[in-house]
């Protein structure tokens, strides 16, 4: 348990489907990230919040758009979806400098998605 | 274009013995790198990081080696357990803006410590 929890565990959707991914950190973090990990491939960054300002945005299609409401949580809403997104969804958070180091990322679970 | 590489996407070892995780990278902008292990249906957990400005840090079995002039890491893990097996992450860490850093990641490689 690594104080980060992630909902749903696993999502199928199809591509006309509207639906969201939940993050919630209990470590009193002050930065988040969304990663995608695809089969064979190494985890991308796809998007950074720090103190809820988004702080990088890693050239990621329009159809996913984060949320992030406080510190604590974080939402990745997804809409129209190619089954070539179906990937892992991790859900990171860390304490960022001055008061920590971003180099203790601590993770998800992650939520499997398969877009039909 | 992969800037930190693990070229080998498994390694099976006998336990007790050493096992030896691989990681190169090309950025030399890099200041910190760390290793992270991942159980099948969980997330990557935290396992040992290094300062780009040290070449060796040891934690109980753990000991990562950097050589920055062949822009090379290395995880050694000694003595092997079962308990040892899972996909090991490389990442590096780079300053993106301000006061902002972000990590990037090698594929993994897949550890599997025999009985």
């Known amino acids: 348990e690594t104080g980060v929890t992630q909902t749903p565990r696993h999502l199928v959707m199809g591509m006309t489907n509207k639906k969201s991914l939940k993050c919630e950190q209990h470590l009193g973090h002050n930065a988040m990230y969304w990663y995608k990990q695809s089969a064979k491939k190494p985890l991308e960054l796809m998007f950074v919040?720090?103190?809820?300002?988004?702080?990088e945005n890693n050239s990621v299609p329009s159809r996913f758009s984060p949320e992030c409401p406080n510190s604590s949580h974080l939402f990745l809403h997804l809409h129209t979806l190619q089954p070539e997104d179906s990937a892992l969804y991790l859900c990171a958070s860390s304490q960022d400098p001055p008061y920590g180091r971003t180099d203790t990322q601590y993770f998800g679970p992650g939520t499997r998605l398969t877009v039909l | 274009d992969q800037q930190v590489k693990q070229n080998s996407p498994s390694l099976s070892v006998q336990e007790g013995r050493i096992s030896i995780l691989n990681c190169d990278y090309t950025?030399?902008?890099?200041?910190?790198f760390l290793w992270y292990k991942k159980y099948p249906a969980e997330g990557p957990t935290f396992l040992i990081s290094i300062s780009s400005i040290k070449d060796k840090n040891e934690d109980g079995r753990f000991t990562v080696f950097l050589n920055k002039s062949a822009k090379h890491l290395s995880l050694h893990i000694v003595p092997s357990q079962p308990g040892d097996s899972a996909v090991y992450f490389c990442a590096a860490r780079i300053r993106s803006g301000g006061s902002n850093y972000k990590l990037t990641f090698g594929k993994g490689t897949l550890l599997t410590v025999n009985p």
């Open positions: 950025n030399s902008m890099f200041d910190y």
């Open positions: 919040y720090n103190f809820k300002e988004q702080t």
